[in-house]
Each structure stands twice: as structure tokens, then as C-alpha cells.
Nanobody, 116 residues
């Protein structure tokens, strides 16, 4: 069984920064892609950023240049540094990890609220 635990969400003013973390634990041989998704009220869940085990990254256009995804493979942890936050970034942020053999897993979500 694999668990993903997110941390780092909260309330911040527009223009501020937050850093999200997501640690995977359990029976893990290896993790392929890891990523962050978000879901705002009344909207579908959308991709924010992904990173391969080799460090190749992919970002949604809305966050390019403001957000940075990184990972520590030894700790099975993925991070999301969010700078220049905007009110429209307000959402529940979910961590995702594709665990070898076991498939995709999701975290419970962490709330990010950006005030104007």
C-alpha cells in the first residue's frame, strides 16, 4: 500500500509564495512520473506540473515562469515552489505519483488560498 501526504498549503496574499511538499511512503519499488494537479470550486481537476524520474518537467501554460516542480528520488518526495501567486491559483492541490507496478496514486489534497 502506498500513501501520499501533502503539506505546505495555506493562505497567502497575491504576489506571495508557497512551497508544497508531497512524500510517498509504503511498499515502493520505484516511482516514475510525479506531479501536481489542482481543482478549484466548480471546475475540473487540471494539471499544474509533472516531473519524470530523470528530472524532465512539464508545466501548464498558466503557471510557467511562476511555479517550479522538483523531486528528491531518495526521499520519494516531490515539491512545488509557487511564486507570484494570483487569486486564480486558489484551489485544492493534489499530488500524484505513478508507482512502478502499482500504478497511479493520489494524495488527499492541500488547500491553497490566494487573497487579492
Amino acid at each position: 500500500q502506498v500513501q501520499l501526504v501533502e503539506s505546505g498549503g495555506g493562505l497567502v496574499q497575491a504576489g506571495g509564495s508557497l512551497r508544497l511538499s508531497c512524500a510517498a511512503s509504503g511498499t515502493i519499488f520505484s516511482i516514475n512520473d510525479m506531479g501536481w494537479y489542482r481543482q478549484a470550486p466548480g471546475k475540473q481537476r487540471e494539471l499544474v506540473a509533472t516531473i519524470t524520474s530523470g528530472g524532465r518537467t512539464n508545466y501548464a501554460d498558466l503557471v510557467k515562469g511562476r511555479f517550479t516542480i522538483s523531486r528528491d528520488n531518495a526521499k520519494n518526495t516531490v515539491y512545488l515552489q509557487m511564486n507570484s501567486l494570483k487569486p486564480e491559483d486558489t484551489a485544492v492541490y493534489y499530488c500524484n505519483a505513478f508507482v512502478t507496478i502499482l500504478g497511479p496514486h493520489w494524495g488527499q489534497g492541500t488547500q491553497v488560498t490566494v487573497s487579492s
